[in-house]
């Protein structure tokens, strides 16, 4: 009788302990039933983002939209197939340098030697392809690597000895300037052989119709591809993911947006060489930043260095190596730029070119305070600075104005990031 008595309550037991948990296993996240309600609940998702200042890439997608918007109406030949392809060559050289800041600002920091770095890469390759007769194969691969060398100096002093990374990329800007001077030598200028293969970087075409073509295919396919297999592993998890009609829609749009600008390329000479690089550069550091052990260890240092030590991360080691990757990046984009002016100068990296490099990053959502922006940022920024450039020089306004304004919109774009950092603090986001 006392077993009996035992075990029928045991049976019991374990009844409402299942029904508790099946009731726990069939939660859904609440953005996926927000999902679920169709055109409404999208919107009602989007007001939820924006109250809690998840802005994302809204604003200069908005901001870039009006610019081209107003300089169309002011000059139709500013979005005529022949200025987009030149516009398009142009931001190479710039934002891939920005790509490297962006590393950079990740972590909270700031490098500001990044445009004597690209010079002195400019000035390298110039001097052991031409003045020397080195191979231009091996030349490039040791402009490229003076680059890395000068960043991973700076991020040595900065990790290791504790140096504030302000006062020593400030130290590398001076520095490498004067390195670039001493390697140009008295002439101050080298030219670059019209055929050669630094000058090709920008100054070749497919222009075969069927390659931009193609490029707009494999990038939308390789955005469904990877989107929807993402979405198995995360429902195999059981994570939230979205809907595969989401998925669709987005890589319909992808595909607009991909073929219209592969129509222009080709009313006008064709696919340049110069995007298809900076779009591989963009694809594998984003997998790098998202998709890596590496990357992750990147925005915790961001977010927070003291946790982040504590968790077992290397802090010196990943800071180094930001830092090497932002020098790489630099030499990589100074290549570019000294490939459409056909040569290697004392300007290179002079002027306003640094801000420029710092403000693409920025503008195109990247923060100030760390922890927070995607590589595809420097794309959405330096087309927003050469859009204003090339705009304001169809209309013959001068420099001057031109910096007025760009500073205007980096200003703008710092007022946001603070504000929508609050904003997150206030919603406990952040």
């Known amino acids: 009788m006392s077993i009996d008595k035992t075990s029928t309550p045991a049976k019991d037991h374990t009844v409402e302990n299942s029904a508790a948990a099946s009731g726990a296993a069939t939660a859904v996240d609440p953005r996926l039933l927000v999902r679920e309600q169709g055109f409404a609940g999208y919107l009602s998702e989007f007001k939820r983002k924006m109250k809690a200042g998840d802005l994302g890439s809204i604003p200069v997608v908005v901001g870039l939209v009006i610019i081209w918007a107003i300089f169309t109406s002011l000059n139709s030949n500013f979005l005529t197939a022949g200025n987009f392809t030149n516009m398009a060559v142009a931001m190479v050289g710039t934002g891939l340098i920005a790509v490297g800041i962006v590393f950079v600002l990740l972590l909270g920091e700031i490098d500001l030697?990044?445009?004597?770095?690209?010079?002195?890469?400019?000035?390298?390759?110039?001097?052991?392809?031409?003045?020397?007769?080195?191979?231009?194969?091996?030349?490039?691969?040791?402009?490229?690597?003076?680059?890395?060398?000068?960043?991973?100096?700076?991020?040595?002093?900065?990790?290791?000895?504790?140096?504030?990374?302000?006062?020593?990329t400030l130290a590398g800007l001076l520095f490498w300037q004067g390195f670039m001077l001493q390697v140009l030598g008295s002439n101050g200028t080298i030219n670059l052989p019209a055929d050669g293969l630094v000058v090709k970087l920008t100054s070749y075409y497919f222009s075969d119709v069927a390659a931009a073509y193609g490029l707009a295919v494999v990038v939308t396919a390789g955005y469904f591809l990877s989107a929807y297999f993402d979405n198995r592993r995360r429902a195999a998890a059981g994570l939230p993911s979205r809907p595969l009609n989401?998925?669709?829609?987005?890589?319909?749009?992808?595909?607009?947006?991909?073929?219209?600008?592969?129509?222009?390329?080709?009313?006008?000479?064709?696919?340049?060489?110069?995007?298809?690089?900076?779009?591989?550069?963009l694809l594998l550091t984003d997998?790098?930043?998202?998709?890596?052990?590496?990357?992750?260890?990147?925005y915790a240092l961001g977010g927070s260095v003291e946790a982040s030590r504590r968790a077992g991360i290397n802090v010196e080691l990943v800071r180094i190596s930001v830092f090497a990757i932002a020098g790489t990046f630099a030499a990589i984009g100074g290549l570019f730029v000294a490939s459409r002016i056909a040569s290697a100068n004392q300007g290179a990296g002079a002027g306003d070119f640094l801000m420029n490099v710092i403000a693409a990053a920025v503008i195109g959502g990247t923060s100030l305070f760390g922890g927070r922006g995607r590589t595809w940022d420097a794309?959405?920024?330096?087309?927003?600075?050469?859009?204003?450039?090339?705009?304001?020089?169809l209309e013959g306004v001068a420099s001057p104005v031109q910096y007025m304004i760009t500073g205007g919109v980096l200003l703008a774009t710092v007022v946001i990031d603070a504000v929508t950092r609050k904003t997150q603090k206030t919603a406990g986001r952040a």
């Open 246 to 281: 989401e998925v669709v829609v987005r890589t319909v749009l992808l595909a607009v947006l991909a073929f219209v600008v592969a129509i222009v390329f080709n009313q006008y000479k064709g696919l340049p060489l110069a995007v298809v690089i900076f779009l591989v550069f």
């Open 287 to 298: 997998f790098v930043l998202r998709r890596t052990s590496y990357g992750r260890k990147v």
């Open 113 to 168: 030697s990044v445009g004597s770095v690209s010079g002195v890469a400019g000035a390298t390759f110039a001097v052991l392809s031409v003045t020397h007769g080195m191979n231009e194969v091996l030349a490039l691969v040791l402009a490229i690597l003076t680059g890395t060398v000068a960043g991973a100096v700076h991020g040595f002093f900065f990790a290791r000895i504790g140096v504030p990374a302000f006062a020593v």
């Open 379 to 393: 794309l959405l920024g330096v087309m927003v600075i050469v859009s204003i450039q090339y705009g304001l020089a």
